[in-house]
DNA sequence: TAGATTGTTAATCGATTAACAATC
DNA sequence: TAGATTGTTAATCGATTAACAATC
């Protein structure tokens, strides 16, 4: 779609939303402009490297003053896609599913949540957070109806594949994968893994190699 | 102290907890022998990359024959200190540290639950998971007695920077955090960052963008 | 032994940093 | 205008991939 477009790299792209949040303080705290290094000072990184991930979706700033806070941020959301109002799901309300159901970041970044799935019968028609948990066995209307851009997959690692499939197959073409599994999707999903016991692992290997990294 | 040792790159350490996860997995179906070729094409990475990550620590493998799955399985756990049985405390009983709490793989993976704490009266003393919630009045004679390594945050965000001082004053020298904002720390204590804000924001870009990537 | 596959060195590729002319 | 800071090119650095001798 857009041709001039060079591929911009898996690193920049996760380092975009840090930029988002640091820029959403600094004009919470109403901080009009900010130099690349001004920020690269706050944020623990180069100014040069700042310029370089900006001027991959354009040239925001301007020579001698630097970049206007409230334009930049709004230009890194509208590159996020923030403001598309994309609407999620979520399949599994059990405590994860629920820490997400009453996770305020969500709609203050855009995201509208639009339903919650499990198959308990304990659960489905309870309420959380003002969503009536709903059956998996109607989560194929749901979707042909309201038609979600993403799921978010907060189910036991055992149903996870099954899940996704189903999902995939729905039409759902981004799935945000809190289980601990790999998930194969088409080229034209994307999947977003976040996989806690790999954090914990990690963080063990840092600790258990402190001594290594000083 | 090791003073032999190169250091091993982040991209490498990072990687570590799928092999990890791959081999375990090999080791569940009674597979004993793997090739760095075979676990390449599972994992869809190159062979080489494999091989030279695990080279950074030792040479695991065999000529003519690969690697043993659980030796190596094992070996690649030692490195990420998962065998030191890691005494792990929970702060935030909300849905988050319930749902953590409940967490399975924790145990599997070496990690030892020993204590929960919050600050609402609501809580304190309520049972989760075979743990009494405690008060964050006592974090310091509890710390001081059960020296545990790591500390899981998963209170608001607001109270975030004032808890992790805390506990780094306490002598905690592994962090796992959730909260959605940077925590500094000294040199000598570790910080993974779970940042779902920016997990979600990452997946809304790749949607957004998708035609760009294919 | 012959075949397979490692460990490791060398080549390539890409990301980060530095430098500076352009320009506000 | 002079000073500041960008956008962008060039230099450096590091990570990934390829190649192959060593060896099981």
Redesign the pocket.
Known sequence: MNNESKKV????IKRLPRYYRYLGELLKNNILRV???ELSEKMN?????I??D??CFG?????????NVESLYKAIGEILGLYNGQKTIIIGAGYLGHALANYKSFENRGFKLIGIFDTSPDKIGKSLNNHEILSMENIKAFVDKNKPDIAILAVPKVAAPEVAQQLVNLGIKGLLNFCYTDILVPDDVSVENVHLSDSLMTLSYKIANKNKHI
């Open positions: 790299s898996n690193e920049v130099s690349s290094k990184v180069t100014a040069s490297q310029r370089q900006l001027n040239g925001f700033g301007q020579q001698g003053y630097g970049y």
